[in-house]
């Protein structure tokens, strides 16, 4: 019943711009801290970003200052807007949503983001 659907990923070059978004359904939203990971080939997946329900966010250092993460309660949606986008941010980008009191969390299937010229 739980889904996280992500959106938004693309092949772009360097230098440029994509917004992912990630739809949830089947939790209470605002409850839920919502980050961003991500999967490059060959690597573990790693934690980009996430915004708490007091909306505090964290990013991790090799994209701090280029990319934001928001997220919209009323829509049920985190973004995150990435920007200056270099080849080392490909990767296979996936949503999390974790309820803190208990550390139960969901996970989406993920959306391709590819940088290259």
């Known amino acids: 019943q739980v889904q996280l659907v992500e959106s938004g990923g693309g092949l772009v070059q360097p230098g440029g711009s994509l917004r992912l978004s990630c739809a949830a359904s089947?939790?209470?939203?605002?409850?839920?801290?919502m980050g961003w990971y991500r999967q490059a080939p060959g690597k573990q997946r790693e934690l980009v970003a996430h915004?708490?329900?007091?909306?505090?966010?964290n990013y991790a250092d090799s994209v701090k200052g280029r990319f934001t993460i928001s997220r919209d309660n009323a829509k049920t949606t985190v973004y995150l807007q990435m920007n200056s986008l270099k080849p080392e941010d490909t990767a296979v980008y996936y949503c999390?949503?974790?309820?803190?009191?208990?550390?139960?969390?969901?996970w989406g299937r993920g959306t391709q983001v590819t940088v290259s010229s």
């Open positions: 089947g939790i209470i939203f605002s409850s839920y801290t």
């Open positions: 915004i708490t329900s007091l909306r505090d966010t």
């Open positions: 999390n949503a974790l309820f803190p009191t208990t550390g139960r969390d969901f």
